[in-house]
T-cell receptor, first 120, second 114 residues
Framework: KAGVTQTPRYLIKTRGQQVTLSCSPI?????VSWYQQTPGQGLQFLFE???????NKGNFPGRFSGRQFSNSRSEMNVSTLELGDSALYLC???????????????????FGEGSRLTVL | AQTVTQSQPEMSVQEAETVTLSCTYD???????LFWYKQPPSRQMILVIR??????QNATENRFSVNFQKAAKSFSLKISDSQLGDTAMYFC???????????FGQGTRLTINP
């Protein structure tokens, strides 16, 4: 079974541009979560989607948005990029809605390798 | 809000030694889950071990075990017979029951030396 796939793996943008990152979850997984990883802040929660609905959003400005499609694939978008948006963006999938017991595996996230964004 | 603290930014041990990574958390919740995730260099993060707060028995997964002290809000990870492949960043994480997110600690960079 293929793992979580994130594209692109690396990208360089300049301030003011926008970026779209894509995530394909493990087949059969319907929940997708996004995290931002930086050396200073560590892993910060961005969003969680289940069945095309955003169920939770982290403390990020409105420039950060996302969506989930009917096939569970997810995208996140960052508009008007700032230098501080440089980070590794991690996508993770889980079988069911995160936080609800699914066969005793609640909280088990399967991560992709991440998309490393550099903003110049 | 819940917080997770890992007080050891970096650790280094020799192969075959036992190493313990520390984690403390702050919460007023009574039902929650705790996790240790491993992020090897340039590879994806994977779940190492998981503990439900209502279970008194410490979780174990082969060479990995935890010492869960609920009253002290402590959740340490012990790696026995460490191997070179254990070299990674280790993140402690917390999730309250019903939440849609995990709260991660800052991580501990563990290096296993040959």
């Amino acid at each position: 079974k293929a793992g979580v796939t994130q594209t692109p793996r690396y990208l360089i943008k300049t301030r003011g541009q926008q970026v779209t990152l894509s995530c394909s979850p493990i087949s059969g997984h319907r929940s997708v979560s996004w995290y931002q990883q930086t050396p200073g802040q560590g892993l910060q929660f961005l969003f969680e989607y289940f069945s095309e609905t955003q169920r939770n959003k982290g403390n990020f400005p409105g420039r950060f948005s996302g969506r989930q499609f009917s096939n569970s694939r997810s995208e996140m978008n960052v508009s008007t990029l700032e230098l501080g948006d440089s980070a590794l963006y991690l996508c993770a999938s889980s079988l069911g809605p995160l936080g609800l017991e699914i066969g005793g595996r609640s909280g088990e996230l399967f991560f992709g390798e991440g998309s490393r964004l550099t903003v110049l | 809000a819940q917080t997770v603290t890992q007080s050891q930014p970096e650790m280094s041990v020799q192969e075959a030694e036992t190493v313990t990574l520390s984690c403390t958390y702050d919460t007023s919740e009574s039902n929650y889950y705790l996790f240790w995730y491993k992020q090897p260099p340039s590879r994806q993060m994977i779940l190492v071990i998981r503990q439900e707060a209502y279970k008194q028995q410490n979780a174990t997964e082969n060479r990995f075990s935890v010492n869960f002290q609920k009253a002290a809000k402590s959740f340490s990870l012990k790696i026995s017979d460490s191997q070179l492949g254990d070299t990674a960043m280790y993140f402690c994480a917390f999730m309250k029951q019903g939440a849609q997110k995990l709260v991660f600690g800052q991580g501990t960079r563990l290096t296993i030396n040959p």
